[in-house]
């Protein structure tokens, strides 16, 4: 696949120059039959490419595909970039981008995985070698950590509203879109505070059970549920008390300010609302003084 992508730039006068980035460039990335070739052509004019429908197929027998750029929803400057998702029958993928040379030389630098492949006319910058700066964890500042424990404890209200209205699409959405998020961050920043900020933990923290304990993992993935509201109560009050627990911990060794208020009543709120009766008239009665 390589040599074929290769041989197809060194082959078409319209393409001058073609680098990739992805998990195939990244040192750290582990290797297995679903890596995918992100392949950028940097061409004179992209209209020519996407006005052959056929040229693609160079490239193999495609399965199925994906055209990004042509979605009603999410407009995009195809003069500039173009790009098809494919699939093919013998299970590669290639994620082809064409992009214009002012657009190439715009934005090669900002993905720290890109790694240049071959430049016929010298267009592109100097770029440093392929690593996985871009996607490190980052130390957050004390308003971005105390933003993100707000988010969480504020967010848990919808979660509660949600399931005692038994409405579980809302309550999942809010749970995995919104909250969860929060719990994510935050894990991350617990790993980055025990690698000094050395690492990345992937995409939607695929890689956190890398330095996490086999019991915070195990805490973690008791957090998801299914479609049971009984379950559904039991995942979040466990979430909940994941997030006290790291978010306290990434407090004391990040130096931030811990909110213990906020998470207490957030969380006494909650609770309040999973023990109340279906047909309640007031929040406030159930919560008492306690």
């Known amino acids: ?54 040229w693609i197929r160079r490239f193999g027998d495609i399965l199925f595909m994906q055209y990004p750029d042509e979605h009603p929803d999410y407009p995009s400057d195809k003069e500039s970039s173009y790009g098809w998702l494919m699939i093919f029958t013998d299970g590669n993928r290639l994620d082809l981008t064409v992009k214009s040379i002012p657009q190439a030389k715009e934005n090669v630098k900002e993905d720290s995985l890109c790694k240049i492949l071959l430049d016929k006319d010298g267009i592109l910058p100097e770029i440093h070698e392929a690593s996985e700066e871009t996607y490190l964890v ?42 969860r998020k ?63 627990d790291v978010s306290k911990w990434v407090a004391e060794h990040g130096n931030f300010d811990f909110n213990r208020q906020e998470a207490d009543n957030s969380f006494k709120y909650f609770n309040t609302v999973k023990e109340m009766d279906e047909n309640a008239v007031s929040i406030f009665e159930n919560m008492g003084d306690e």
């Open 182 to 244: 929060q719990l994510e961050k935050m894990l991350s920043w617990k790993i980055g505070e025990m690698t000094d900020y050395s690492v990345s933990v992937g995409k939607s923290g695929k890689y956190m059970k890398k330095w996490l304990s086999r019991e915070e993992w195990k805490k973690y993935l008791d957090t998801f549920c299914d479609a049971d509201i009984n379950n559904m109560w039991s995942s979040v009050e466990a979430m909940c008390r994941l997030f006290y």
């Open 138 to 179: 980052h130390r957050p500042s004390k308003e971005q950590y105390a933003a993100v424990c707000n988010e969480f404890w504020w967010c848990l209200n919808n979660i509660a509203k949600g399931l005692w209205r038994k409405e579980v699409t809302y309550a999942q959405d809010m749970l995995n879109f919104v909250v």
């Open 1 to 54: 696949m390589m040599e074929l992508i290769l041989r197809t730039a060194r082959e078409d006068s319209r393409i001058r120059a073609v680098y990739m980035n992805g998990s195939r460039t990244n040192p750290n990335a582990p290797k297995d039959i679903f890596q995918d070739y992100d392949i950028v052509y940097v061409v004179e004019e992209t209209g020519l490419f996407i006005q052959d429908k056929e």
